[in-house]
């Protein structure tokens, strides 16, 4: 694959794995007259939310945590992060659950969901979340 700059001419030189798919994807569209749209197109809750357990809660919720509860988020075991995809290129960190080993079974504390970025998804999106029972 050769890359095209601005002036449509191929560049010439070591090609780099870099590519700024914005551009690339603006260039497709502009010639099929569709925008592109901007954000992921999603069917289920699966295409733009994703839970994972983390080591290190702080580094993705710890703003958010403070905000909600005024204090620290844990930093013993298990955290869980819900991250949100609003574009293939990028997760943002939209919820936070910890789980505490008692006896035999685990408490559930901590709980918070980023309100300000729910609000600012898109209409589709919320509405994928709520039909799946939520974040």
Known sequence: MVAADDSGKAATGTSTAAVDLERVVAK???????????????SSIDDIIRVEEVADAEFFIGDLFRRRFHGD??????SFV?????????????????YLAFEDSYLCGGLVIDERRYRQMPTEHRKIIKAAGGI
Do not use: C, K, M
């Open 73 to 78: 988020p844990p930093n013993y075991p298990r």
């Open 28 to 42: 497709d569209s502009s010639s099929t007259g569709r925008e592109p749209p901007d954000h992921v197109v999603a």
């Open 82 to 98: 819900a991250f949100y995809q609003p574009i293939r290129s990028r997760l943002e960190a939209v919820g936070f659950v910890h």
